[in-house]
């Protein structure tokens, strides 16, 4: 059987300890997390699937909620 817990990546910690951090969207973590990364090489692609799923363990484990709001892009007329 699977265990339930997971290894917690340090800087995703340290991100979301950071004030003000109490709600994100998964690309301000990734974007934030890139941003951890300087000097590091990296493509943007891979940290993008990275984050989101430990952002979808996190999901699963409880630690974080989704948003009834979901924040919808902007159309231009």
């Known amino acids: ?44 692609t891979d940290v993008r699937r990275y984050v989101y799923e430990q952002v979808r363990r996190m999901l699963r484990m409880g630690w974080v909620v989704l948003d009834e709001e979901r924040l919808l892009p902007l159309t231009e007329n």
């Open 1 to 44: 059987m699977k265990s339930a817990s997971f290894i917690f990546d340090r800087r995703l910690y340290e991100l979301l300890q950071e004030p003000g951090r109490a709600t994100f969207t998964t690309r301000e973590l990734r974007d934030a997390y890139a941003k951890n990364l300087d000097g590091m090489n990296f493509r943007l």
